[in-house]
C-alpha cells in the first residue's frame, strides 16, 4: 500500500516534472520568436486611451482600497508603468498641455491646446488613425470644449477660447463627440455669429441633447451635448460615462477597420482642486464602473488596446492611514493646485507590454502610433 502509495507520487511528480519541462521549452520559443519579431509590434485594431484627468498613484490607490478586496478594475491590468507629465515650459503641466502631450506626442507651453511655439499645430493620433481608415471620437464628463477632449481636435493659444473650439470641433475628424457645453454650440450664446451647429448638420451630424437620445442613436455621426454646462458631479450625473464610452464603442467598431477612442474621467481634477474626498471617491467610483464595461468588451474582443493614464496629479493627495478591511482611506490635500509628479500608467491588449517603465507622457501617443503601424517608436 506504502508502496504503491510512492509509486504514484513519483510518477505524479515525473508526469509533472515532464509536463514543466514542455512548458519551459514553449516558453523559450515563445520567447525566440518575440525576439525574432521585436521590430513588428503587434498591430491592435482598435486603441482606446482612458484619462483620468488628475489621477495621480495615490488617487489609484484611494479607488484600489475603497473597492475592497480584489473589486478594482485597475487590478485587471497586465501591465503598468509611469508618465512624467511636466510641459514645455512648466514642471506642472495644466490639462491644455498634459492633454496635447497625449494626442500629439509633443510638449506645449502650459494653456497652449496643440499650438506649437511657431503657432504650427501637431498631428494628433487621431489624425493618424483617420489617414488608414479608422474612426475616432471621445467622450468626457466635462464640457467637449475643455481642455482635454479639445486637445483631440482643437488648435488655439489659450485654452479657454470657446467660440474657436467649438467653430474647430464641428469641422473635425471625429464621428462621436459626447460631453457637456452645449451653451457653448447656441448662436444666442455667441459673439462671432457662427454657427457650429449649422456646420454639423452640413456635415451629416446628429446634434442630441439628452442621454436618452444618444443612446437610442442609430446612425454614425453624432455630438451629444447631454448638458447644457458641465455635467452634474457623480454621483448625480448617473451612469452617463458607463454608457455613453459603450455607445461610443458600438458606434466605432462598426468600422472594420477599427476605431481610436479617448474617454476621459474628467471631474477626478475637479474634486481634487475642491479638495474634496467625498465628490472625488464618487468620480473615481464612476471611473471603476466604466473601466470595468470598458475592459470587458476588449476582453471579449481580443485586438483592442486600452491605455489608462492621468494627465497630471491634483491636489498632491496622500494617504497617511485608512482602513483595507472597511475600504476607508484618510484622504489629505497638499493645495488646490496640480502636482508635478508622475502618474501611473495602465495597458492590456495587443502592445500593452510596451507601456511598462518610465515614460514621458509624449512616449504614449508615440507608442500608439507605432503599434497602430504609423510611425516610428
Ligand atoms: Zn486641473
Known sequence: MVLTLVAALLFTSCASMVELAFDLDEAVAEMENAAKSKDEPPIPRNVILIVGDGMGVPQVYASVVAERENNSAFLRFPY?????TYSRNKYRTDSAAGGTALTTG???DNYHVNWAPDSSRHRTIYDDAVSVGMSTGFVVTSSVLDATPASSYGHVPYRKM???LSVQMAQCQHSVMIGGGGKYFSTAN???GLAPLD???KRGFTVTYSLDSVL???GDKLVGLVYDGDPTPAPQRGDMLRRASLKAIEMLDRNPKGFAMMIEGSQIDWACHNNDSAYMRAELADFEVMLHAVLDYAQRDGQTLVVV??????GGVTLPDGDIEKGQNDVRYLWGSHTGCMVPVFAVGPGAQYFSGIQENIDIPEKIRWLMGIGNM
Open 199 to 201: 456646420t454639423l448638420a
Open 162 to 164: 470657446f467660440d474657436t
Open 309 to 314: 493614464t492621468a494627465d497630471h496629479e491634483t
Open 106 to 108: 509633443q510638449k506645449v
Open 190 to 192: 455667441r459673439k462671432d
Open 216 to 218: 437610442t442613436f442609430t
Open 80 to 84: 503598468s508603468g509611469f508618465s512624467r
